[in-house]
């Protein structure tokens, strides 16, 4: 089984990329141009987005500073500990919502703790490819188009990412234990 997801995941960038110049080429697409173009559209996006984004890294230094974090890990470990999701990995449950790179960093420092190949590394780096920034995604997408009003878009977001968790923990224990 890991040997195929080893081959799987060697082949899945450069098929993906095969796949859409395939396409265009037949649907006789220039597709050099409009990935330029489309290039030019996300530099003026990312330049509409910096204030929502500094928002956003504010409110996470904040959150981490503060110690809620902490008590929040603390309050909810026996609730975590019970579904089976190691405390060491419900920081980064919470903070991937927020943060792509917060998350990064925490993935990055559970792997150097315990191993890349430790069911903690592994169940962190599953979490890390299921799991939305959705806090992220509603202050800089939402911002960088207008939208204000949100409307079921949070909750949505947040049942995606508690359900994401749970089956990361229920893959990871399948797999690696």
Known sequence: MIELLKILSTLAVPLVIL??????????VKVYEEFVEGAKEGFTTAVRI??????????????????????????LSPITGAIGIPSE????????NLSGSGSLGLMTDLAK????????????AIMMGS????FYVLAVYFGSVGVKKARHAPLSGIFADIISVIVSVILARAMFL
């Open 19 to 28: 796949i859409i110049v395939g396409v265009g080429a037949f649907k006789k």
């Open 50 to 75: 910096i204030p929502y984004l500094v928002a956003m890294l504010c409110a996470i230094g904040m959150f981490r500073a503060s110690g809620a974090m902490d008590f929040l890990t603390s309050a």
């Open 89 to 96: 990995v419900f920081p980064l449950a919470v903070i991937r």
């Open 113 to 124: 703790t315990y191993g890349a190949d430790s069911f903690i590394g592994r169940l962190s």
């Open 131 to 134: 799991h939305e920034t959705t």
